[in-house]
T-cell receptor, first 113, second 114 residues
Framework: AQKVTQAQTEISVVEKEDVTLDCVYETRDTTYYLFWYKQPPSGELVFLIR??????QNEISGRYSWNFQKSTSSFNFTITASQVVDSAVYFCALESYGQNFVFGPGTRLSVLP | GAGVSQTPSNKVTEKGKYVELRCDPI?????LYWYRQSLGQGPEFLIY????????DSGLPNDRFFAVRPEGSVSTLKIQRTERGDSAVYLCASSQGGFEETQYFGPGTRLLVL
């Protein structure tokens, strides 16, 4: 069975703080993709990143960075120097070959001015 | 437009009525997906089209739910005899097709069944 766990239901930080959103996944497949999406108050899911199971290299994009560790089945997302506009619900998702997208329950991030 | 569009953005109906929700995918995307998102939860898969055919409809909750994509582009999700439990945001996504492709989501249709 496939499963995505986001243990942090809600996180609040003050602007300019760094924050890490955790994602732990379960799959028996060796070929799979992991995703992060952002859902701002407007409701539309915005794609942030896709990572395949064979590429464990960490990625940085501006203030965003992702840490993929197969040994712990984790794909964590860090926002550096958070801003109020980062406030949203963030979803981690997993897709294995032949399986459907499975989303985690989401983490609601509030960045306070 | 450049992105996935969904209409209507909001739909209020009465229990027992029939509703249709429309999705217009990104031009050229062969794969189209429907999801349902209840309050405070992540999206849940309903159905996936590759071209005109439903490649996987295992997520449809019961036979009151049906979706079509007759020309391989626009899709309609149809719900018969709506129930209050059907209230949710219905999301549509499209991709270029294939397992490794990223899905791009529309803004959703918020359905409220009274």
């Amino acid at each position: 069975a496939q499963k995505v766990t986001q243990a942090q239901t809600e996180i609040s930080v003050v602007e300019k703080e760094d924050v890490t959103l955790d994602c732990v996944y379960e799959t028996r497949d060796t070929t799979y993709y992991l995703f992060w999406y952002k859902q701002p108050p407007s409701g539309e899911l915005v794609f942030l990143i896709r990572r395949n199971s064979f590429d464990e290299q960490n990625e940085i994009s501006g203030r965003y960075s992702w840490n993929f560790q197969k040994s712990t089945s984790s794909f964590n997302f860090t926002i550096t120097a958070s801003q109020v506009v980062d406030s949203a619900v963030y979803f981690c998702a997993l897709e294995s070959y032949g399986q459907n997208f499975v989303f985690g329950p989401g983490t609601r991030l509030s960045v306070l001015p | 437009g450049a992105g996935v569009s969904q209409t209507p953005s909001n739909k209020v109906t009465e229990k027992g009525k029939y509703v249709e929700l429309r999705c217009d995918p990104i031009s050229g995307h062969t794969a189209l997906y429907w999801y349902r998102q209840s309050l405070g939860q992540g999206p849940e898969f309903l159905i996936y089209f590759q071209g005109t055919g439903a490649a996987d409809d295992s997520g449809l909750p019961n036979d009151r739910f049906f979706a079509v994509r007759p020309e391989g582009s626009v899709s309609t999700l149809k719900i018969q005899r709506t129930e209050r439990g059907d209230s949710a945001v219905y999301l549509c996504a499209s991709s270029q097709g294939g397992f490794e492709e990223t899905q791009y989501f529309g803004p959703g249709t918020r359905l409220l069944v009274l």
